[in-house]
């Protein structure tokens, strides 16, 4: 492991511990963001992000992970202010997540549902309902949620949901995505995977 990652991981768990940032991990985030800045314009141009993996999402700094690897959380995060009519900036959202401590360990072990419902509650209402008993009834009367699951193995994946007139529309839920996925319910679509957490809007 290198210098940079063992630093990252330090970080992510001064964060955590809410130890003020030293002015060198300061430094790193913003070199982030100026990183990332550099992409803001061309994503923001395309409109949503349906699939992480794709460019150039994919290669944006998610602490010391990849927008491919672990940029799930803050995509549902950009996804769902866009559906609300919002213009975000994807490497602000990255930016703020990452002084928040939205990162488990320093970006490797995703993004903390806590810290996202937390980054949404600063302009907007927002309820985090963990385990719902059903998902169609909470999501049918949001303006749009997001969805934290068991995708299998160690990982775990966020995906925005808004509800339409003829279902659900699920946004990045397969990394190579291109457009959202219509499923008829959220209920039944769940059953194959396991819900953790629900951020409603």
């Not at 950009?78 to 928040?100: C, K, T």
């Not at 949404?120 to 999501?139: F, G, N, Q």
């Not at 949001?142 to 949901?161: C, D, E, P, Q």
């Not at 509800?163 to 529309?169: I, L, P, S, T």
Request: net charge neutral; hydrophobic share 45%.
């Amino acid at each position: 492991m290198n210098k940079a990652k063992i630093g990252g991981l330090i970080t992510g768990f001064l964060q955590l511990a809410h130890i003020p940032l030293s002015a060198r991990a300061t430094r790193q985030i913003e070199r982030r963001f100026d990183y990332n800045s550099g992409f803001s314009d061309w994503i923001m141009g395309v409109g949503f992000i349906y699939g992480q993996r794709g460019e150039p999402q994919s290669g944006l700094k998610i602490g010391i992970g990849s927008g491919g690897a672990r940029g799930c959380g803050p995509f549902a995060i950009y996804n769902a202010l866009r559906l609300l009519g919002f213009s975000p900036d994807p490497a602000v959202i990255i930016r703020e997540l990452d002084y928040m401590g939205g990162f488990n360990l320093g970006g490797l072990g995703g993004t903390n549902p806590a810290v996202m419902a937390d980054f949404l509650r600063k302009t907007l209402l927002v309820k985090i309902d963990y385990l719902p008993e059903s998902l169609d009834a909470l999501i049918a009367g949001a303006n749009v949620s997001i969805l934290l699951y068991h995708a299998g193995g160690m990982r775990l994946h966020y995906v925005t949901v808004v509800r339409m007139a003829d279902g659900f529309q699920i946004y990045n839920l397969g990394g190579n995505d291109v457009a959202p996925r219509l499923v008829e319910s959220i209920d039944e679509w769940q059953m194959g995977v396991r819900i953790l957490a629900a951020i409603v809007v």
